[in-house]
């Protein structure tokens, strides 16, 4: 486990995703549950952490080491007789917050605002570098995003707090966000739509690998037991009609007269 003995990253990994999750913009669900993915990538920060996975995770449950979770399926679980944190809504919370928006969902929270996505709650921190930091775990270049959360509040909108500069929150109206300015290259660049993919109608519609378009003369040829004109032959050129040869024979005569 590179310079980690287990022993050591078992206490590292349970003082990041269990005792002060918050410092690294992570935070557990109602139920006792993380995606594993975030704290994948939250240790990717970290190049001394970068070489965790799953399996690393397993082995140090294999070697009964002391851990307050453990890995179920792609989620980290608080294990039994562990409490699960508890984010208490904050009564007055910071006057700005901010979000780092992956560049492929900008426009759509322009048009409607931000949401949890995947999970109950959204990570807003009060530090933009927090917030950045969050961001580009989703996207290397993402847009920040500034909320009112004070008017937010205000207007009954509940913020909880999960770290010393993080929040959390179930939606932010579009009237409480404030955009970044943009350059018109780049809204246009962000707001291009994607190439337009085929539709299951258009994909029915497409001849299936290996099948060929079928023809009158391909009925003929089965009716007849001879091929129709134009239909190809194994060697790839257009067979001709009957009597070809014939007007073929004529055609040399009269070149051998006329010599």
């Known amino acids: 486990m590179a310079h980690y003995l287990p022993k050591t990253l078992a206490k590292t990994l349970s003082s990041i995703a269990y005792h002060a999750p918050g410092e690294y913009g992570l935070f557990w669900d109602q139920d006792g549950t993380m995606p594993w993915k975030e704290l994948y990538w939250a240790l990717q920060e970290d190049h001394e952490l970068r070489f965790v996975r799953q399996s690393h995770l397993r082995e140090l449950t294999l070697l009964e080491l ?54 109950r709650f959204l990570a807003l921190a009060s530090n933009p570098n927090l917030a950045l930091r969050i961001g580009n ?74 099948s060929f378009m079928v023809n009158p003369e391909h009925f003929q040829q089965a009716v007849t037991g001879k091929p129709g004109i134009g239909v190809t032959g194994k060697a790839g050129k257009g067979r ?16 051998k007269r006329s010599i």
């Not at 944190?85 to 409607?112: G, H, I, M």
């Not at 004070?150 to 179930?170: C, D, K």
């Not at 001709?240 to 040399?252: D, T, V």
Request: one cysteine or more; aromatic letters at 6%.
């Open 66 to 119: 002391e851990m307050p979770f453990e890995l179920d399926g792609n989620l980290l679980r608080i294990r039994k007789g562990r409490s699960v944190p508890d984010y208490p809504t904050s009564e007055q919370p910071p006057a700005r917050l901010f979000y780092a928006c992956p560049r492929k969902r900008y426009e759509f929270v322009q048009q409607n605002g931000l949401a949890a996505s995947g999970r």
């Open 240 to 255: 001709r009609g009957p009597g070809w040869k014939r007007e073929a024979r004529k055609g040399r005569d009269r070149h």
């Open 137 to 210: 775990r989703r996207d290397p270049g993402p847009l920040m995003l500034e909320v009112n959360s004070r008017l937010a509040a205000s207007e009954g909108v509940s913020f909880r707090v999960a770290g010393p500069e993080l929040f959390l929150v179930e939606s932010i109206a579009l009237k409480h966000l404030q955009f970044p300015r943009l350059r018109e290259d780049d809204l246009l660049q962000l707001t291009a739509r994607k190439k337009e993919q085929p539709t299951a109608k258009t994909l029915a519609e497409m001849p299936a690998p290996g």
